[in-house]
């Protein structure tokens, strides 16, 4: 009788290479230290060996403890081969999905992460992946009408790192004061372009009043935001800030009475959960996926008509204002968000990794013992 035997594989080195969308540097001069970045890119240090595959990359042969290949469409495929790699992860779904879905070598799985809900910005080599994470709900279900295919999505949330994002002590934050003299401070965290609707938040200045100010943290051109605050009179209490470490994060969240980013877009929003994380009160836009993890009234306040001026000037005061409302929000906010911590979400993405790993590993096994089996009958017969 002819049987096959399936056996516990022995331990093996696991070997990973990642496609960042953008260069390292990049989110180093966001402030993500190479520290982060390198358990980031391999959560609990689940892998042996983890490459970074890029065109981007080309005078550096080592980064937050990846090693360096500088790569493109032409040597793709043979990198793979000759560095021995056991899985293929592309973050987002444009360019580096388009290498890594588009150049698949047989028996290496690859994992895109798609980041963004807008559809547009997804490129459709994704259905040559063999497994996608989406970032929240809404991804999810943008990207479902792309692949049709349910069983190959899974949620991996963003992760916020608790031990960094925390309330600041008390004589940071009055230092703060000291600095920012208004009664009342509302602080916009991102970039400035046209989704993060920075442009509102400076409309709400006239209907607020001299007793608030505003804050903004973000990279991009801050010329069209100073020119609407001194066209509507309110210059003297808009303030710009293009960049900071992300570990002074916390004291701004910290220190502001209201963190309002009333986004038109977003794929996560990792600046709410950091706000919340550090105990602000954080007003923003009734939308996917913000909605998905702030309940109104209890970590946070949601804005229906959040490109209106007025609307959200009602709702950032009653932020400001409200101590009552202020308390309940501070005291569920840290523990709403847990969820969230890079513990947890490194855990849960080391899980995937290992699924996904002995799912290849058993298929790649099958057909090998299969492949011999019918060599050895063929022969017999």
Not at 33 to 59: C, H, I, M, Q, R
Not at 81 to 104: E, F, H, M, P, S
Not at 215 to 228: A, H, K, M, V, W
């Amino acid at each position: 009788m002819l049987g096959i035997y399936f056996l516990m594989p022995n331990k093996v080195k696991k070997t990973l290479a990642v496609i960042p969308t953008d260069p390292i540097s990049a989110y180093v001069k966001q402030g993500l230290t190479p520290k982060w970045l390198e358990s980031y890119y391999n959560p609990n240090k689940f892998f042996d060996k983890v490459y970074l595959l890029s065109p981007l990359e080309k005078d550096q042969k080592n980064l937050c403890g990846m090693t360096v290949v500088h790569t493109n469409e032409s040597t793709f495929r043979n990198d793979l081969k000759r560095l021995n790699v056991d899985i293929v992860r592309a973050y987002g779904g444009n360019w580096t999905a388009d290498l890594a879905c588009l150049n698949k070598v047989k028996g290496i799985p690859v994992v895109v992460s798609i980041h963004d809900k807008r559809a547009s910005y997804t490129s459709n080599s994704i259905k040559n992946a063999n497994f996608i994470f989406c970032t929240s709900e809404i991804v999810k279900k943008v990207t479902l009408k792309k692949l049709a295919k349910l069983d190959k999505i899974w949620i991996l949330p963003n992760r916020v790192d608790l031990k960094i994002m925390k309330p600041a002590d008390r004589d940071i934050v009055n230092k703060f004061r000291q600095k920012y003299s208004s009664k009342y401070v509302i602080l916009h965290v991102g970039r400035k372009s046209e989704e993060k609707n920075l442009a509102t938040v400076i409309r709400t200045l006239p209907v607020l009043g001299k007793d608030y100010s505003l804050i903004t943290i973000g990279s991009g051109d801050e010329r069209p935001y100073f020119n609407l605050a001194k066209k509507i009179n309110v210059y003297d209490q808009f303030f710009s800030i293009q960049h900071i470490d992300n570990h002074i994060l916390p004291q701004y969240y910290s220190f502001c009475d209201c963190m309002c980013t009333p986004s038109l877009c977003e794929g996560f929003g990792i600046v709410f959960i950091e706000a919340i994380a550090c105990e602000a009160v954080v007003v923003t836009s009734d939308i996917a996926p913000m909605n998905e993890y702030i309940k109104a009234g209890f970590n946070g306040l949601l804005v229906k008509k959040y490109t209106d001026p007025k609307s959200l000037a009602e709702k950032i005061k009653l932020a400001c204002t409200d101590n009552s409302l202020r308390k309940t929000i501070k005291t569920n906010a840290r523990k709403s968000v847990v969820r969230f911590s890079k513990a947890k979400i490194d855990a849960l993405e080391v899980e995937y990794y290992s699924k996904i790993l002995h799912s290849s590993k058993t298929n790649i096994s099958f057909l090998k013992r299969l492949g011999k089996l019918f060599s050895f009958n063929h022969e017999k017969n």
